[in-house]
């Protein structure tokens, strides 16, 4: 089963507006990435954010990390239609023997209509 | 610097088959996992290697095996393909194994007819 679940599914809007997503997940972690992925092929990474982190930028992308909540969002401001993809949040999860996996949600579908 | 590779891109096999998929993983980075993406779904964890051995593997049946080379390199093992089985798959690369950026590949897709 997946951990984390994004919110919404899926969201239209006009070219220059802010996008926001939400990511919640069920167990504590350590860290929490978010990842695009263009019309089904791999995923780019975009942020990754520590459990001692509360918020963190990379140009346009602003992520926010509420442990108490078990919840992200990933801000993407003035928008391009660049930026239409699927968004997923990502946390980890310990394997046997010390390593780890990453546990998806389902995404969110994001377009920008010029 | 090149990211993580993959081959072949795309794949058509029919069902009974066996298919191997192969992964080269950015330099320097000497953990190498694979995921599953069924369409409209998240990815989901097949494996995990780290210095040629498995460190982790996900809920997919004894057909799924992998393995890693000297290089880092990897291949992921299907066997007796199903029709289930038709999915992006994904490898992604890391330096270590814990708390580390997981960088992927374009993915290969795979149909099972």
């Known amino acids: 089963s997946q951990q984390g679940e994004e919110d919404p599914q899926a969201l239209s809007i006009q070219e220059g507006e802010n996008a926001t997503m939400n990511c919640s997940y069920k167990?504590?972690?350590?860290?929490l990435q978010w990842y695009r992925q263009n019309s089904g092929r791999g995923l780019v990474h975009l942020i990754l954010i520590r459990s001692n982190e509360r918020e963190k930028h990379s140009g346009r992308l602003r992520v926010t990390l509420d442990t108490s909540k078990k919840s992200s969002s990933l801000l993407i401001t003035a928008s391009r239609a660049a930026d239409t993809a699927s968004y997923f949040c990502a946390t980890d999860a310990p394997i046997i023997q010390g390593a780890q996996k990453l546990v998806f949600g389902q995404g969110t579908r994001l377009t920008i209509n010029p | 610097d090149a990211g993580v590779t993959q081959s072949p891109t795309h794949l058509i096999k029919t069902r009974g088959q066996q298919v191997t998929l192969r992964c080269s993983p950015i330099s320097g980075h000497k953990s190498v996992s694979w995921y599953q993406q069924v369409l409209g779904q998240g990815p989901q964890f097949i494996f995990q290697y780290y210095e040629k051995e498995e460190r982790g593997r996900g809920n997919f049946p004894d057909r799924f095996s992998a393995r890693q080379f000297p290089n880092y390199s990897s291949e992921l093992n299907v066997n007796a393909l199903l029709l289930g089985d038709s999915a992006l798959y994904l490898c992604a690369s890391s330096l270590g194994l814990w708390g580390e950026t997981q960088y992927f590949g374009p993915g290969t897709r795979l149909l099972v007819l």
């Open positions: 167990t504590s972690i350590n860290n």
